[in-house]
C-alpha cells in the first residue's frame, strides 16, 4: 500500500499560526504606538497654537491700553494695588479715560478665555480660546504694582488630556 498524501501536518500549521500570530502583534502594536503618538503631538500643537493665538490678542489689546483698570484673582479679590503674580479670573485694561472703555479679558471655569469690549461693567461674551487651566500676571518691572505699571508679564498654562503647556510673554503698554 503506497499511498501519497500531499498536505501540510499539524506541526506545520501550529508553526505558521505562532508565526502569523507573532507577525500580527508586531504590526499592532506598531500602529498603536504611533496612532497614540500622534494624538500626543496633535495635542501638544494645538495647545501650542492656542496659546499663541491668546496671547498675541492680549499683546496687541495691551499695547493699545494706557493702564490696568482692574484685577481679579480666580478667587475674586481685587488686587490692583499688588506687585505680584497672581493666578487671575479678569484684568481690564483702560484704552479710553473719557469714556472709560476697557479691554476686558476673562476666564472661567469651562477653561475657556473671553475678551469683550466697553465700560467696567461689561461681561466679557466672545471666545478667545479654549483648554485654559490658568492665566496669571505680574507687573513688570517688579516693585511696581498693577496701578503703576506700564508692562505686564502675562503666563497662560493649556491643557488638554495628558498634555500641558506653558507660554510666558512680557508686553508693553504704548499708549502709557
Known amino acids: 500500500m503506497n499511498s501519497e498524501?500531499?498536505?501540510?501536518?499539524?506541526?506545520?500549521?501550529?508553526?505558521?499560526l505562532g508565526i502569523m500570530s507573532f507577525v500580527a502583534i508586531l504590526i499592532i502594536t506598531f500602529f498603536t504606538v504611533n496612532l497614540n503618538n500622534f494624538v500626543k503631538i496633535k495635542d501638544t500643537s494645538e495647545l501650542q497654537?492656542?496659546?499663541?493665538?491668546?496671547?498675541?490678542?492680549?499683546?496687541?489689546?495691551i499695547m493699545e491700553s494706557k493702564r490696568v483698570f482692574d484685577i481679579r484673582t480666580d478667587k475674586s479679590e481685587r488686587v490692583i494695588d499688588s506687585a505680584r503674580e497672581y493666578s487671575i479670573s479678569k484684568i481690564l485694561f483702560l484704552y479710553n479715560e473719557q469714556e472709560?472703555?476697557?479691554?476686558?479679558?476673562e476666564v472661567r471655569n469651562d477653561g475657556i478665555i473671553y475678551y469683550g469690549n466697553g465700560n467696567a461693567k461689561v461681561r466679557a461674551d466672545t471666545e478667545l480660546g479654549r483648554y485654559v487651566s490658568e492665566l496669571r500676571a505680574a507687573p513688570y518691572p517688579e516693585g511696581k504694582t498693577f496701578a503703576q505699571t506700564s508692562a505686564l508679564e502675562i503666563t497662560i498654562k493649556l491643557v488638554k488630556g495628558n498634555q500641558a503647556y506653558e507660554a510666558r510673554q512680557v508686553i508693553c503698554m504704548r499708549s502709557s
Not at 498524501?5 to 505558521?16: A, S, V
Not at 472709560?100 to 479679558?105: M, T
Open 49 to 61: 497654537f492656542q496659546s499663541q493665538y491668546i496671547l498675541n490678542y492680549i499683546s496687541k489689546k
Open 100 to 105: 472709560g472703555l476697557c479691554y476686558i479679558f
Open 5 to 16: 498524501k500531499k498536505g501540510y501536518t499539524l506541526i506545520e500549521l501550529l508553526i505558521t
